[in-house]
């Protein structure tokens, strides 16, 4: 792999991680905001509910269900209520039951501060938020379809972006590497014409410290030649 092709991977390989880093810091910020927004929704929503007549009613079948004073049909969150020995009641015409953790136990029972979480039933990502009751733990839960779609819609933008930025640090690095290499390309060409010319008084058109090039080139001239030819040249004036 030659000096260049190196030179132009190092370049492009600092523009992509640079676009890279900014990608990711992209994504979870706007991750962080979007679940801010569902979690301050869930939380007017919990301590509206919490703050409403609560009971346990009987249903025409004989089943017991969480009356909170209000359809739950209306709501945007799935409600339930979890007792202190893990028993659960939900809204009513509510089927599944969200997952009680130990933590959920523990809230019921008067420990702990209210938390959120995120959990999965029946296929479908819920944010959860827990929070602490007379005797039991209530909790209120969302749905993150929307979020994760629009997650889903920011990262595929993420990632154009990322490409494209990764495809311009190349261009860029080439670019680089052919304008960083064009003195030592002018250096070399010129050691070249020296060594076959023997004219030590033609000048280099860039000040570049000697390099491997320019010294091997120069071992193969006669040590006698090449000091005749330094005593013979004289200073130019400007």
């Known amino acids: 792999m030659s000096f260049r ?10 523009v992509a991680l640079a676009v890279l880093a900014a990608s990711f810091v992209v994504w979870f910020v706007v991750r962080d905001q979007l679940y801010s927004q569902v979690d301050k929704a869930l939380t007017a929503e ?18 017991v269900y969480l009356d909170i004073g209000r359809p ?12 202190q020995d893990g028993k659960t009641f939900r809204t009513f015409g509510e089927g599944g039951a969200l997952p009680v953790s130990k933590q959920t136990l523990k809230l019921a029972r008067g420990g702990g501060n ?13 944010r959860v938020l827990t929070m ?11 749905s993150l379809s929307d979020t994760d ?3 889903n819609r920011i990262r595929l933008f993420l990632f154009l972006i990322a490409g494209f930025g990764i495809a311009v640090a190349a261009g860029l690095g080439l ?8 003195p030592v390309r002018s250096l070399t060409r010129t050691a070249e014409e ?29 040590l006698q030649e090449l000091a005749s030819g330094l005593m013979g040249r004289r200073p130019t004036e400007e």
């Open 149 to 151: 779609r629009a997650l």
């Open 175 to 182: 670019v680089v590497a052919r304008a960083a290499l064009a």
């Open 194 to 222: 020296v060594s076959e010319t023997r004219d030590l008084s033609r000048r280099i058109g860039v000040e570049l410290p000697i390099t491997e090039a320019v010294c091997s080139v120069l071992e193969g001239m006669p």
């Open 132 to 142: 602490g009751g007379n005797g039991f733990a209530l909790q209120v839960a969302r």
């Open 5 to 14: 092709t190196r030179l132009a991977l190092v370049a492009a390989a600092a």
């Open 114 to 126: 209210e938390f959120f979480t995120n959990q999965t039933v029946s296929g479908v990502k819920l």
């Open 72 to 83: 739950g049909f209306g709501l945007t969150s799935y409600v339930q209520a979890v007792r």
């Open 46 to 63: 919990g301590e509206g509910v919490a703050n409403g007549p609560l009971r346990l009613e009987t249903g025409p079948l004989g089943t």
